[in-house]
């Protein structure tokens, strides 16, 4: 196997290294550098998934339809922005513009499959146009300059379209061939050319490939959505069952044993045959299942507070009402101690909560404080980033 250093980061990209000497591998590792948005990365993704396909050729529409559809679960579900905003919080990409007009105009969920969304785009195509032309003035054969100024002709790399696209062409094969050519149709209807070898490669390290094109789009998006925890978890629908909330509950359920609790949202005695455990700052933002931040609240109300926040200035006082209860009697009954103690593994993470929250001997006022000065910033961050507030 040979390794390249992913423009001398972390991560390596493994290929067989038959192919290395067929193919130039070097200038395919290059091929996600320096973007100056996230089509990159979508790009090439699509590129690679089409060809696990067995395509050998493709359309610039079925590219950009399949960036749509890789793309759409991260901004709608979690609210990542793909590019960043600019300063006055206009989104900065047409990537995610063309998501969020397809979504406005068709209203699919989050979670709507590939090809739900597919055929959505059909539907509105005309309505996308002008994004998708966007996405084409670039990077097309921008995703290919790793490959570019390696060989006897040159060419400076701030060339037209038409020029690059050309150079390209030429280049193809002389020394070794290029992963892609360009046809000479017009605008979404241009396709690409996939090569052979390019194929082969491609489907035999397919694993690889993609846990690199991973890396490099968290990589990017980290970057550009500094506020965003967890965000390699918020590039695909995740299983619900990463969710780790049976020892909460359990804890819970001791403490109604014990006393009454009241309903956050509803300002009622909580129904120990109708409650739910739910995050207060949505789980799709913080993606832990941390306890300072789970409730009980009437399962009635669930579906309906969502991926949405709850007012901070209505509802943040009964929270850490709630939270308050439950500290003091993990310090006063040995029972509700030991059901505290069970949430370590998958409950108790956060070291400001275990060394300062949860330690003996805050005072209600105390308590209040830490909980608000940690929780706050979270919950202004989810907000900046689009999460809506929910109006109960």
């Given at each position: 196997?040979?390794?390249?250093?992913?423009?001398?980061?972390?991560?390596?990209?493994?290929?067989?290294?038959?192919?290395?000497?067929?193919?130039?591998?070097?200038?395919?590792?290059?091929?996600?550098?320096?973007?100056?948005?996230?089509?990159?990365?979508?790009?090439?993704?699509?590129?690679?998934q089409l060809i696990s396909e067995d395509k050998k050729e493709a359309s610039y529409d079925e590219i950009i339809n399949e960036m749509i559809a890789n793309a759409w679960y991260s901004v709608l579900e979690f609210h990542?922005?793909?590019?960043?905003?600019?300063?006055?919080?206009?989104?900065?990409?047409?990537l995610e513009k063309a998501i969020i007009k397809l979504h406005q105009l068709s209203d699919l969920p989050s979670n709507a499959s590939k090809v739900e969304i597919k055929n959505k785009i059909s539907e509105f195509n005309?309505?996308?146009?002008?994004?998708?032309?966007?996405?084409?003035?670039?990077?097309?054969?921008?995703?290919?300059?790793?490959?570019?100024?390696?060989?006897?002709?040159?060419?400076?790399?701030?060339?037209?379209?038409?020029?690059?696209?050309?150079?390209?062409?030429?280049?193809?094969?002389?020394?070794?061939?290029?992963?892609?050519?360009?046809?000479?149709?017009?605008?979404?209807?241009?396709?690409?050319?996939?090569?052979?070898?390019?194929?082969?490669?491609i489907q035999d390290n397919m694993v690889a490939i993609l846990g690199w094109i991973q890396y490099e789009k968290v990589r990017w998006l980290q970057n550009n959505n500094p506020e965003v925890p967890g965000l390699v978890?918020?590039?695909?629908?995740?299983?619900?069952?990463?969710?780790?909330?049976?020892?909460?509950?359990?804890?819970?359920?001791?403490?109604?044993?014990?006393?009454?609790?009241?309903?956050?949202?509803?300002?009622?005695?909580?129904?120990?045959?109708?409650?739910?455990?739910?995050?207060?700052?949505?789980?799709?933002?913080?993606?832990?299942?941390?306890?300072?931040?789970?409730?009980?609240?009437?399962?009635?109300?669930?579906?309906?507070?969502?991926?949405?926040?709850?007012?901070?200035?209505?509802?943040?006082?009964?929270?850490?009402?709630?939270?308050?209860?439950?500290?003091?009697?993990?310090?006063?009954?040995?029972?509700?101690?030991?059901?505290?103690?069970?949430?370590?593994?998958?409950?108790?993470?956060?070291?400001?909560?275990?060394?300062?929250?949860?330690?003996?001997?805050?005072?209600?006022?105390?308590?209040?404080?830490?909980?608000?000065?940690?929780?706050?910033?979270?919950?202004?961050?989810?907000?900046?980033?689009?999460?809506?507030?929910?109006?109960?």
């Amino acid at each position: 196997m040979v390794k390249y250093d992913s423009q001398k980061i972390d991560y390596q990209l493994h290929i067989d290294s038959g192919y290395y000497n067929a193919l130039d591998i070097e200038g395919f590792s290059r091929m996600m550098k320096d973007p100056s948005y996230c089509y990159k990365f979508y790009w090439v993704e699509a590129i690679v998934q089409l060809i696990s396909e067995d395509k050998k050729e493709a359309s610039y529409d079925e590219i950009i339809n399949e960036m749509i559809a890789n793309a759409w679960y991260s901004v709608l579900e979690f609210h990542v922005h793909l590019s960043g905003i600019w300063g006055d919080g206009e989104i900065k990409d047409s990537l995610e513009k063309a998501i969020i007009k397809l979504h406005q105009l068709s209203d699919l969920p989050s979670n709507a499959s590939k090809v739900e969304i597919k055929n959505k785009i059909s539907e509105f195509n005309k309505e996308l146009h002008g994004e998708k032309m966007t996405l084409t003035q670039n990077v097309p054969y921008k995703a290919l300059s790793g490959f570019a100024n390696r060989y006897s002709e040159r060419i400076d790399l701030n060339s037209s379209a038409g020029r690059m696209m050309a150079y390209y062409n030429r280049i193809n094969g002389i020394e070794s061939p290029l992963p892609y050519t360009f046809g000479d149709q017009k605008g979404l209807k241009r396709k690409i050319i996939f090569h052979e070898a390019w194929i082969q490669m491609i489907q035999d390290n397919m694993v690889a490939i993609l846990g690199w094109i991973q890396y490099e789009k968290v990589r990017w998006l980290q970057n550009n959505n500094p506020e965003v925890p967890g965000l390699v978890y918020k590039l695909a629908p995740l299983d619900d069952k990463m969710r780790k909330l049976g020892h909460v509950r359990k804890l819970w359920e001791g403490i109604l044993d014990l006393t009454n609790i009241i309903d956050v949202f509803k300002n009622e005695s909580i129904k120990r045959a109708s409650y739910d455990v739910d995050h207060f700052i949505p789980w799709s933002f913080v993606m832990n299942d941390e306890l300072w931040n789970l409730m009980p609240m009437d399962s009635s109300l669930n579906s309906s507070k969502s991926n949405r926040l709850p007012q901070w200035e209505k509802y943040f006082v009964r929270f850490a009402q709630n939270q308050f209860t439950m500290y003091e009697l993990v310090y006063e009954k040995a029972g509700i101690r030991k059901l505290y103690e069970s949430c370590y593994r998958d409950n108790l993470h956060s070291i400001w909560a275990s060394q300062e929250l949860y330690r003996k001997g805050n005072s209600r006022e105390e308590f209040y404080g830490i909980l608000e000065r940690n929780m706050r910033p979270v919950y202004d961050s989810a907000r900046r980033q689009g999460y809506e507030i929910w109006n109960i």
